[in-house]
């Protein structure tokens, strides 16, 4: 422990006692003392569900079939997908929802969650986002994280004006994103290891940023 202690992140919960992305495996991640990192996507009526992937191969069992998840009502992946059964022990879980894994996370005390957003959202989706972290109590227990500026700005903006500050950070990798065309007002950036080299991170804005570096 201690402020300086680094942050451990349980990448989509963690899978070594649960399947990624379950319920089961944020409330374990969360038990151990790790942040839980996940993935955002919208379902076509709009649920934010935790899918990592545009469809649900790979990642979910939904009866043989490859779904892709923007083109389905919650519905169906609710009914038809579970986690793989090789995952857990033979167990298989429900598709998680961001409201599912906030309220999970939310009852160690302490427990923090790193949502990533995935796509592109539209207002009605970023005042959900935003509504959900609230309802749970959960804004200063959340670093909202995308490799999407946009959407980063989107989540602020619609934050301040409800009169909340979240903490958000940028995923960096591929190319060098210029500084110039991050989000505005980040807490930190998460740096792909074959951009962080000397000359990109000494640009990043100095002593406003948290530089994260992934994967070691």
């Not at 990448?11 to 006692?17: K, M, N």
């Not at 490859?66 to 919650?74: A, C, G, M, P, S």
């Not at 110039?180 to 951009?195: C, I, K, P, T, Y």
Request: glycine residues 10%; hydrophobic residues 40%.
């Amino acid at each position: 422990g201690g402020e300086n202690a680094p942050v451990v992140l349980a990448h989509r919960g963690g899978e070594e006692e649960f399947a990624w992305n379950t319920v089961p495996a944020f409330e374990h991640a969360a038990g151990l003392g790790a942040a839980v990192e996940t993935d955002v996507r919208w379902t076509k009526d709009g649920t934010a569900v935790l899918v990592h992937d545009p469809t649900t191969t790979p990642g979910l069992d939904c009866k043989g079939a490859n779904l892709t998840v923007e083109d389905e009502d919650f519905s169906v992946l609710r009914d038809d997908c579970l986690s793989p059964p090789a995952a857990s022990g033979g167990k298989q879980y429900p598709v998680a929802t961001l409201d599912q894994a906030v309220s999970t996370v939310q009852k160690t005390p302490g427990a923090e969650i790193y949502p990533e957003i995935k796509v592109e959202q539209s207002g009605r989706q970023v005042r959900q986002f935003v509504t959900i972290l609230k309802l749970h109590k959960m804004t200063d227990r959340t670093v909202i994280t995308s490799g999407l500026p946009d959407e980063l700005d989107k989540i602020r903006t619609e934050a301040r004006n409800d009169g909340v500050d979240l903490r958000l950070m940028q995923f960096v990798s591929g190319e060098p994103m210029p500084v110039a065309e991050l989000a505005d007002g980040l807490w930190g950036g998460a740096v792909r290891f074959e951009v962080a080299r000397k000359a990109y991170v000494k640009d990043l804005p100095d002593g406003a940023l948290a530089v994260m570096v992934w994967d070691i």
